[in-house]
């Protein structure tokens, strides 16, 4: 548990390095550790160390390690959400990372409505193109973007990605400047802020920050390697929900 506290720190230090670098000011970044497959017991160690905004991929398992954590910790969900999750995870999480269809955005705004309740949401992006990638493909939702936004209950604050593993940080770069062209374009087009920009892994981080990035997604490098290995690709595609 004390590794955890040392990881914490040493993230923390290279995201002050990748802010500094870039001139953005700390502020504007947030850590999100993500605690999937990880238990209670880690995420108390990493909330003594200071964290306080934590990611969950799959509602099952959010809603059993939520309730063990004190109640004000801030979890967000950044995994692929089942249209019949929605209504239990509307309360549990302050932001959804990965809206990725017209469909799950409609039916979250009518849940949404029915629980009196406005989601804040970020489109995740399928900025690599490939075919087996989750997420809108960017001229999808540039057509789309007006029927999103008019969905009165959903709160769209930026968007979202996962570029394709690679084993250099450098190769992302690109997925993440065009994250960030895509967000200034949609931005300017709709008259909207999008000022939210989610991206970045243990990997590569610190690339995404000097590309933008106001939210990064780390668990490995804070909590340790997830095992194993199967359920590491469950929850990252989402598809063991
Ligand atoms: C698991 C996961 C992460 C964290 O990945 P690491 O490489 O362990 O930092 C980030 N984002 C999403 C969407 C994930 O599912």
Do not use: C
Request: charged share 25%.
């Amino acid at each position: 548990m004390e590794q955890i506290a040392e990881n914490l720190e040493s993230v923390r230090a290279k995201i002050a390095d990748a802010a500094k670098k870039s001139g953005r000011s700390l502020a504007d970044i947030e850590l999100v550790a993500i605690s999937k497959t990880h238990e209670a017991e880690k995420v108390r160690a990493a909330l003594d160390a200071g964290q306080q905004v934590f990611g969950e991929s799959r509602v099952q398992e959010a809603r059993a390690k939520i309730p063990l954590l004190p109640s004000g910790v801030r979890w967000h969900f950044v995994g692929r959400l089942q249209k019949n999750k929605i209504r239990q995870a509307l309360p549990l999480f302050e932001l959804f990372h990965s809206v990725d269809s017209i469909e799950l955005a409609r039916e979250m705004n009518r849940i949404a409505e029915e629980e009196g309740v406005h989601p804040r949401v970020l489109l995740e992006v399928n900025v690599a193109g490939e075919g087996s990638k989750i997420g809108f493909a960017l001229d999808f939702l540039r057509a789309e973007m007006e029927t999103l936004l008019a969905l009165p209950r959903l709160s769209i604050e930026g968007l979202m990605a996962i570029p394709p593993l690679a084993p250099e940080a450098e190769a992302s770069r690109k997925y993440f400047s065009a994250l960030r062209d895509a967000r200034d374009q949609f931005a300017a087009q709709f008259q909207v802020k999008l000022q939210q920009l989610s991206m970045g892994m243990s990997g590569d981080f610190a690339v995404a920050i000097e590309e933008g990035a106001t939210l990064v997604r780390v668990g490995t490098a804070i909590f340790g390697k997830r095992t194993p290995a199967r359920l590491r690709q469950e929850t990252i595609t989402g598809s063991a929900d």
